[in-house]
């Protein structure tokens, strides 16, 4: 049976052997087969989105934006171990996010008490220069308060944008070229480099989801 990344299906214990591998992905996954309750969807986004960003940025307090599970900042302080420490942020936390938590603590000690959870909109966070920004399916707007709120403070950025309204994103009169979805993240790219931002567009394998396009930023060199 074909095993598709893009399932919303829960990992379970019956899909261990999917993971067998000694990689870090394989790792992870196991540890998430045993807890049950994360949709398989979530692992291969959470780690298409860190392995990009770690790429780019290293160290930094990890600040993942409507996190949920919590997973995407696990792995990045997975991916480099010179963070010291993440917090995720959402409104309205899963119930099932301690168990992710408890699994991934289970099979790596390390990651104890390194990574809070916050019950909050991205309006309230209080964010540092030196802090790495992610999220992944930020849902229309909540892309461009991020954004801002990364500028404002001169964090750097890693955002896996979604559900693009033209009622409430910035289209920058591109919708005549291109189609909506596609100008909003233009004029985001746009906007990020005249705030002095250094910018890559990057994909995500679109067998995961269509909503693949990933914006990497960070502020330029003084």
């Known amino acids: 049976m074909h095993f598709s990344p893009s399932s919303r299906a829960r990992l379970t214990r019956h899909d261990l052997g999917r993971f067998a591998g000694a990689s870090l992905f394989d790792r992870i996954g196991r540890a998430l087969c045993e807890a049950e309750c994360l949709p398989r969807k979530e ?6 989105v860190a392995r990009r960003a770690r790429r780019l940025f290293r160290g930094g307090r990890i600040v993942d934006v409507a996190g949920g599970h919590g997973l995407l900042a696990h792995i990045m302080l997975l991916l480099d171990d010179t963070s010291p420490a993440a917090i995720v942020v959402d409104p309205s936390l899963p119930a099932s996010a301690a168990r992710v938590q408890l699994a991934l603590v289970h099979a790596w000690p390390k990651l104890d008490g390194r990574v809070t959870y916050v019950r909050s909109g991205v309006d309230a ?3 540092d220069r030196d802090d790495v920004v992610v ?4 849902c229309g707007a909540l892309t461009d308060r991020i954004i801002n709120a990364s ?6 950025l ?31 790219v746009l906007r990020l480099r005249a705030q002095g931002y250094q910018v890559r567009t990057q994909t995500i394998p679109d067998d995961i989801t269509p909503k693949n396009r990933l914006i990497l930023a960070s502020p330029g060199t003084p």
């Open 158 to 188: 890693a955002v896996l944008p979604c559900c693009h309204e033209e009622a409430t994103c910035d289209t920058g009169d591109l919708t005549g070229w291109m189609d909506t979805a596609l100008a909003i993240d233009a004029t985001r």
């Open 135 to 138: 999220s992944c399916h930020a």
């Open 151 to 156: 500028v404002g403070a001169q964090a750097k």
């Open 125 to 127: 966070l209080q964010l």
């Open 43 to 48: 692992l291969y986004e959470a780690w298409e």
